[in-house]
């Protein structure tokens, strides 16, 4: 199967950016499109970011404009350029790859998630 492993979080003044780094190994032919998600304490998980195999992305309304999702399919890698952090992005950040309905493939992976703290 497909294992993730998130990297990058940590914590970061308001104002300031961090950079996301999720890479993938294992099964990774399973692998379809991409995204970011987010948990906030106290709050359900939520999308930030997917991007398609061929590079194409979709963003959250409330993260278009700070954050940039991007891989790199060579090197089974996903990242996400967040800037202008606020406080209100503090959360656990979750890598998720998806099958697109792959026979023999699970249709999520998710990785254990890595966090990040904005201090205002």
């Known amino acids: 199967q497909v294992h993730l492993v998130e990297s990058g979080g940590g914590l970061v003044q308001a104002g300031g950016s961090l950079r996301l780094s999720c890479t993938a190994s294992g099964n990774t032919i399973c692998i379809s499109h991409m995204g970011w998600y987010r948990q906030a304490p106290g709050k359900e998980r939520e999308l930030v970011a997917v991007?398609?195999?061929?590079?194409?992305?979709t963003y959250a309304d409330s993260f278009k404009g700070r954050f940039t999702i991007s891989r790199d399919n060579a090197n089974n890698m996903l990242y996400l350029q967040m800037m202008s952090l606020k406080h209100e992005d503090t959360a656990v950040y979750y890598c998720?790859?998806?099958?697109?309905?792959?026979?023999?493939?699970?249709?999520?992976?998710w990785g254990q998630g890595t966090e990040v703290t904005v201090s205002s």
């Open positions: 991007v398609l195999r061929g590079g194409s992305t």
């Open positions: 998720h790859a998806h099958s697109g309905g792959r026979l023999g493939c699970r249709n999520d992976y």
